[in-house]
């Protein structure tokens, strides 16, 4: 593994970058994380917090394209919908 890693205080701590290399040679792997943390001496806790990082902000944003049914009203709003989050966004025509 070809990393910047440095040892400060005699833990390593290494750049977003190593942390992007590590998790494309995990993948590539086809090893249980668990196998890999081990071969790659690093900690468990350490490559979830990594893993979960890296994996949101590669993650694609989903659009969903909204058509209207009819052109009537219901309950006063033309279009109503749940976001995943629960956030309720309702439109009037």
């Known amino acids: 593994m070809q990393t910047q890693a440095t040892k400060v205080n005699g833990r390593v701590k290494r750049s977003a970058t ?3 290399e590590i998790m494309t040679q995990y993948e590539r792997s086809g090893r249980s994380r668990a196998a890999f943390c081990r071969s790659q001496s690093i ?5 979830d917090v990594w893993y979960r990082k ?3 902000e590669k993650a694609p944003q989903e659009f969903v394209e909204v058509k209207p049914v009819e052109e009537t009203s219901i309950g006063g709003w033309l279009v109503e919908f749940e976001l995943p989050d629960g ?4 439109m009037r025509g």
């Open 54 to 56: 890296l994996r949101s």
């Open 43 to 47: 900690s468990p806790s350490t490559f």
């Open 18 to 20: 190593d942390w992007q």
């Open 87 to 90: 956030t309720l966004a309702r």
